[in-house]
């Protein structure tokens, strides 16, 4: 690793953002910013019913409508071959509905006008006819034999299960079980949410009827891939579709799946031959695309008598919804799940998932999460958690028990992981000494005497991300590697073209901090460029926090070649040889005759000018990254909450929080990234949940009912670091994006049962409600 | 999202206000604040063919004592209440309730008459009046009305008030002898409707209770007023039992239903614990102020 | 209907549709595109404007309610392309990061300024708890319009004893 001098202002500098320029003035351009000459407007007629045959659609009305261009029905999409389209996970997905709704808010039609308070006025003159079916919301009674069968339309489908897969060793994990001297167990539900950007999906779709060029503004985390799906999809011709990604308001995994409405708005500018512009309303976001989580998890953790951990098994029903859309590597049926032995040296662990088809809207997206990471860590956590009580030992000291010791990385994972680096001890350490634990255990045992509640939480997690070594994951057969073009100019400026896609990480500022580091560039000199699929190398795309790990990578490692073909020029224009060159910040100097010198600026102006005989001109170049191994951010937070006894209420008195992400690019960005990541975790653990009743219908479907925690319920953040850096990244960096949202939620809900669980309890399933806490007081108490 | 069409006038005095209603008086909507009926607009879960805009009306969003009232014009805002000095001294419950509706920026909108009329049984207002023993004075063609808060609230969504008249203020009996309120608010973050709300009002003499007011909001299909608890506190030394009691009363008249806020037991428990909260603090108030004078 | 609105300090004629939300008006018709929408319910606060003075969702306000009156946007924040102190703020204290309720919180955060020049972190985090933000967390929020406050009550001070 380089060490950068403050004026390049590279790796480990707190520099103020590049693109609060624009967003500041109110400069930015989101998709709804977009306005094209003849632009026309779509909106989308949805099912009130979750489960219900179509019967017939009457659009007469709405197509007389003064304003509607055309009304599209899934009868229309099917004669062009667009009725179904491949999910993320290998399977199909309904554009509009042809044959039957399968979940409440399914797109059933669409209309086109000239403003969207047409398009509106004409949803409400479309007449449908449904003869309802039995609904499924339960994905445990999904599976039950004589279920009604929810993807009828699958030939080779006779039931709800979508998949079924196990990782680990079964016989080892049961002989383990067999002799373990303590079994503790937890049956929990990780609820459905969803990520719920401030800024919704959507679409400005420009097919040019002369060309037959398709540019797509599009609200998209990943856009090579959605390039190459659409050219499946639509049997475009894939270097006629330019996907453009604006500024993105905010992803956390919601703008991964490619839905419904952006094919139809294609569709509709291929037909009609004027740009359509397709904004999803709030209600539309939360109840039809990418909903996260809905795992129902039963965990058993076998210890021997002095709290040594001998294995875990774990038995998971998750809930798909109608379409098995998860956004995942192929290879891994339940995501990265299996990462579940956390931070601790499990021997031995076995885990047996089964997904369920049900009435519910599809997608499986790694909220904020690097695919089911977050549910996995939330388990151990808490099972870690109910062990301490269990054996009448603190939840600290069992954690310190059964860390995986800082020698033993690289650590082999008995579910196959090699855990990259770690020194869990002195995380946990240190967040417990920034707490003040003992003291507050103290304290906590005087306010029960007193009769009040005081609980603390601890969470340990560590995580896999930065998929990843394209030998083992691919998303819908696109291996997960990523790519960097550097071009530098001959006056010393850079421009960096990445295929990663920032929703407001900082990619503008980060990635050109690394170039700074890596190439003497100063950042502000480095124009980092991406979300243009004409303008950018191929790239999978921003999420389970894989932009630093996989393009960052990549940029480290283009800039270093580039360097390297700079040594050459160097050594022409010092007439010295390469061998006697060392390479400081941003020059080359003579060994030994340090004032003998030149600057990366001089050497990029020689690669144009006066490069050596044979040599190709420029400094430019390309690198396609391909990770050795995931990357295993890890960090321990602690809660400390205060219950009211008597109606349940809790609050955060103290949020401590120690990560360690490796190498820090901009320590400021890191903090607000977890800032951000701390406040999802509180969301999910408090009140976001995603519920439905017995008819399908969706309670959730707007902000009032699915709730984001304001500035006032939001705890006050203490956070702070250690640095282990990945071996095996070209600049030690591991990611950070999501971290704090896997390992949180486990963090608060144990500072709550923490709290009460002298009063008989032992659990209480998120979002722990305040009429949650009330209730499990009370069942304890009987 | 977007609303459906819709004639509009904005009319500058009320009795034109009033003729523009009684014209389509059923399809017809007053807006005020709009804090609640844009919402539904955009939803198109309301669809009137005209609105009657009464914000322009001079006059509608006066505040003052008169008469042995407080008189709160129709068009109040939630955060003119809430910063309001006047309200601040001597009207506690109030002022405790005002922070407390929807969000900073709804309440600058948002108003009293507009909320009342509203007839949502999870609306703040409605209980905070009936603690008070308020009276809304509506305006119809036919002239005006003084209806009791109690009278005033039917049933869910259902006031009273006629399609042809609109609600033009809020009278609330000054206090009398050294008093005490709060208005305690259970709700499951900043902006959401009241998982339960308690409105309480304590005017003491001595140590005597010579009249207490009680609220309850969203435990019912209307904002609930306690009597049995109000007659249980009149006349009686403010003690810890006698306010156990008046609780266990109130949560008696309390009628919730079980739903994503929670089970109807535990509703009736918080208006339990909030009942003898609030009459703990309206207590210390009132002896703070006796002490004061 | 006909309305005359004053938008950003320029008079503004138009003939809108009653049904028009404000937040459309000024998006759509005037592409003022700064004030966003993020929600369906008066839930999220991205789309909050200065009205007269006061901030409220201009998605819960009719263009016609505007008549007569001073609307204010993020893009009538700056004066004379300098940056106002609250831009300068977010920036500086890392405010943002996706940039979708920025405008919001800043027009918020301008009008608290205007009636508490030296807020607590607590009237802070109340005065913008009708804004949502996904990213942040609201903790450099509360450091940005603190560090603005303080500017400006340092503007102000130098402006007197100048």
């Not at chain 1, 304003?67 to 290998?90: Q, R």
């Not at chain 1, 079980?177 to 503790?184: E, N, Q, T």
């Not at chain 1, 976001?688 to 219908?697: A, H, K, R, S, V």
Request: aromatic letters at 6%; hydrophobic letters at 40%.
């Amino acid at each position: 690793m380089s060490t950068t001098e403050s004026h390049v202002h590279g790796i480990g500098q707190s520099i103020k953002r590049k693109e609060d320029d624009r967003f500041i003035r109110g400069k930015g351009t989101y998709v709804d910013d977009i306005s094209l000459p003849g632009m026309l407007h779509m909106a989308i007629l949805r099912s009130p019913l979750a489960h219900a045959k179509l019967v017939s659609i009457d659009t007469t009305a709405a197509a007389a409508l003064d304003g509607v261009v055309a009304v599209i029905t899934g009868a229309d999409l099917a004669a062009h071959n667009l009725a179904w389209m491949p999910t993320l996970s290998g399977d199909t997905q309904a554009v509009f509905v042809t044959d039957k709704v399968r979940f409440q808010g399914q797109e059933v039609a669409a209309v086109v006008a000239e403003s969207a308070y047409v398009a509106y006025d004409a949803l409400d003159l479309i007449e449908v006819e449904y003869d309802p079916l039995d609904v499924i919301v339960d994905p445990r009674k999904a599976l039950e034999a004589g279920a009604p069968l929810i993807r009828d339309e699958k030939e080779d489908q006779t039931d709800n299960r979508c998949y079924h897969w196990e990782s680990g060793d079964k016989g080892a994990t049961d002989a383990a079980f067999a002799k373990a001297a303590v079994v503790v167990s937890l049956d929990t539900h990780y609820p459905r949410c969803h990520p719920a950007p401030l800024e919704t999906c959507g679409i400005v779709a420009d097919v040019n009827p002369a060309t037959g060029k398709a540019t797509l503004h599009l609200t998209s985390q990943a856009p090579h891939a959605h390039r190459t799906l659409f050219a499946i999809v639509a049997g475009l011709p894939e270097q006629n579709i330019q996907i453009k990604t604006p500024d993105i308001g905010g992803g956390f995994g919601n703008k991964v799946p490619i839905y419904p409405g952006y094919v139809a708005a294609t569709a509709a500018s291929l037909l009609i031959g004027r740009p359509v512009k397709w904004i999803e309303s709030r209600s539309e976001n939360l109840i039809s695309t990418g909903f996260a989580r809905d795992f129902h998890m039963s965990g058993d953790l076998a210890l021997d008598n002095d709290g040594k951990m001998l294995a875990l098994r774990v038995k998971l029903v998750s809930d798909n919804g109608a379409f098995f859309a998860d956004a995942q590597p192929t290879k891994f049926r339940a995501g990265l799940f299996h990462i579940v032995t956390g931070s601790y040296d499990m021997p031995v662990a076995h885990i047996e998932a089964d997904g369920a088809y049900t009435n519910k809207a599809p997608g499986g997206v790694a909220y904020r999460c690097s695919f089911r990471v977050t549910e996995a860590s939330y388990l151990i956590e808490r099972l870690v958690q109910n062990a301490a009580y269990e054996l009448g030992t603190d939840p600290a000291a069992l954690r310190f028990k059964n860390f995986i010791k800082p020698e033993q990385f690289p650590y082999k994972s008995a579910t196959g992981f090699e855990y990259d680096s770690g020194d869990y001890p002195r995380a946990l350490e240190l967040a417990l000494e920034q707490l003040g634990y003992n003291q507050l255990r103290q304290e906590q045992k005087k306010l029960r005497e007193e009769g009040k509640l005081l609980g603390i939480g601890i969470a340990s997690f560590t995580e896999v991300v930065g998929a990843g070594k394209s030998k083992e994951y691919d998303i819908a057969g696109l291996k997960m590697f990523d790519s960097a073009e550097l071009r530098v100019h001959p006056t010393g400026k850079a421009i960096l073209k990445i295929g990663v896609q920032t929703q407001g990480q900082g990619h503008e500022t980060t990635f050109a901090q690394i170039v700074a580091s890596e190439l003497g560039i100063p950042s502000e000199d480095v124009v980092v460029q991406y979300g243009d699929t004409d303008n950018v190398p191929y790239g999978l795309g921003t999420y389970a926090s894989r932009s630093t790990p996989v393009a960052g990578a990549a940029t480290a490692v283009i800039a270093r070649k580039l360097r390297e073909k700079g040594r050459t020029l160097a050594a022409h224009l010092l007439e010295v040889s390469e061998e006697d060159l060392e390479w400081e910040t941003d020059h080359f100097s003579v060994k030994g005759a340090p004032d003998k010198k030149v600057s990366i600026q001089d050497v990029a102006f020689a690669a144009y000018t006066n490069m050596p005989d044979g040599m190709e001109p420029g400094l430019e170049g390309v690198h396609y990254y391909d990770p050795p191994n995931m990357t295993y951010p890890f960090g321990s937070y602690l809660v400390a909450v205060e219950v009211d006894e008597g109606t349940g209420e809790w609050k955060v008195r103290r949020m401590v929080a120690v990560d360690d992400c490796g190498v820090r690019i901009n320590p400021m960005i890191v903090e607000g990234q977890i800032h951000g990541g701390l406040t999802e975790g509180y969301a999910i653990a408090a009140m976001q949940l995603i519920d439905f009743d017995e008819e399908g219908n969706c309670i959730g479907g707007n902000f009032t009912d699915y709730l984001i925690p304001t500035a006032w319920e939001t705890p006050h953040f203490e956070t702070h670091e250690t640095v282990t850096p990945s071996p095996h990244h070209p600049i030690g960096a591991k990611g950070v994006g999501e971290s704090a949202t896997v390992g949180s939620p486990a963090a608060y809900v144990n500072a709550v049962v923490d709290a009460v669980r002298h009063l008989g309890v032992t659990n209480i399933d998120m979002p722990v409600t305040s009429a949650k806490v009330w209730q499990a007081i009370q069942d304890a108490k009987t | 999202m977007f609303p459906s069409r819709f004639d509009y006038s904005a009319p500058d005095s009320l009795d034109e206000a009033l003729a523009t209603l009684g014209q389509r008086a059923d399809e017809t909507k007053v807006l005020a604040g709009g804090q609640s009926l844009i919402p539904l607009l955009k939803l198109r879960f309301a669809a009137p063919a005209t609105l009657v805009d009464i914000n322009r009306i001079p006059g509608l969003d006066v505040l003052e004592e008169s008469n042995g009232h407080l008189r709160i014009g129709t068009l109040a805002r939630h955060n003119q209440l809430a910063a309001d000095s006047l309200v601040g001294r001597r009207y506690p419950t109030i002022a405790s309730a005002a922070p407390q509706i929807a969000d900073p920026l709804v309440r600058n909108l948002g108003t009293i008459g507009g909320s009342l009329a509203h007839g949502d049984p999870a609306g703040d207002w409605g209980s905070v009046m009936l603690a008070l023993n308020a009276e809304v004075v509506v305006r119809g063609p036919t002239g005006e009305r003084r209806i009791p808060i109690d009278d005033f609230l039917v049933d869910i969504f259902t006031t009273s008030l006629n399609e042809d008249e609109i609600v033009t203020e809020v009278l609330v009996p000054q206090p009398e002898g050294s008093f005490g309120g709060a208005y305690l608010k259970l709700e499951r973050k900043v902006g959401d409707f009241a998982t339960v709300g308690v409105a309480v009002h304590l005017e003491l003499d001595g140590d005597t209770i010579a009249r207490a007011g009680l609220g309850l909001t969203a435990v019912g299909s209307r904002n609930i007023k306690p009597t049995n608890a109000e007659n249980a506190l009149g006349g009686n030394k403010c003690s810890d039992e006698l306010f156990a009691e008046a609780a266990r009363l109130a949560a008696e008249a309390a009628d919730p239903v079980s739903d994503v806020r929670g089970p109807a037991t535990y509703k009736r428990a918080v208006v339990e614990a909030y009942v003898k909260r609030g009459l703990a603090e309206a207590r210390d108030q009132a002896r703070a102020r006796a002490g004061r004078t | 209907m006909d309305i005359n609105v004053t938008v950003n300090s320029k008079p503004t004629s138009a003939d809108v549709e009653p049904r028009r939300l404000l937040v459309h008006w000024l998006r759509d018709d005037l592409r003022l595109t700064a004030t966003h929408v993020g929600c369906d319910t008066t839930s999220c606060g991205a789309c909050t404007v200065l009205v007269d003075g006061t901030p409220i969702k201009s998605c819960t306000l009719l263009a016609v309610q505007a008549n007569g009156r001073e609307v204010t946007t993020v893009e009538g924040l700056a004066t004379n392309g300098q940056l106002h102190p609250i831009q300068a703020a977010f920036k500086e204290e890392h405010g943002l990061q996706c940039g979708f309720c920025t405008p919001g919180m800043m027009m918020v955060t301008a009008a608290l300024l205007e009636k508490n020049e030296d807020p607590s972190e607590e009237d802070i985090r109340w005065a913008i708890s009708g804004n949502i933000c996904r990213c942040t967390g609201y903790q450099n929020i509360v450091k940005s319009v603190e560090l603005a406050a303080g500017q400006i009550k340092a503007e102000r001070a130098d402006a007197t004893t100048a």
